[in-house]
Nanobody, 121 residues
Framework: QVQLLESGGGLVQPGGSLRLACGAS????????MRWYRQAPGKQRELVAT???????YYADSVKGRSTISRDNANNTMWLQMNSLKPEDTAVYYC???????????????WGQGTQVTVSS
């Protein structure tokens, strides 16, 4: 019913930048909170950044000051601008959204398939 699709990952040198995008499609009535998570090899998935429907944001300490999360509510799209990238930012980045599917009564969690970010020289 709802699909989340990430894009924008890739290989970047330390100190470089990337802009990840997440587009939501399907039978969407409303999207509440949207989040970016990441999972590095051998590690647990961790929360990177959050943005509410009203635009309030939260960042993990590991990316604070280097990343900006934003969204376009009209087009159900979210971005994560990451600057000054470090090797420890290497991970698969996942988009997560709490979505109210049309015709339903409760928000449900949806996840994208992930996009690989590799920071290496």
């Amino acid at each position: 019913q709802v699909q989340l699709l990430e894009s924008g990952g890739g290989l970047v040198q330390p100190g470089g930048s990337l802009r990840l995008a997440c587009g939501a499609s399907g039978s969407i009535f409303s999207i509440n909170v949207m989040r970016w998570y990441r999972q590095a090899p051998g590690k647990q998935r961790e929360l990177v950044a959050t943005i509410t429907g009203g635009g309030a944001t939260y960042y993990a300490d590991s990316v604070k000051g280097r990343s900006t999360i934003s969204r376009d509510n009209a087009n159900n799209t979210m971005w994560l601008q990451m600057n000054s990238l470090k090797p420890e930012d290497t991970a698969v980045y996942y988009c997560n959204a709490k979505v109210l599917v049309a015709g339903t009564m409760a928000f449900a969690d949806y996840w994208g398939q992930g996009t690989q970010v590799t920071v290496s020289s």
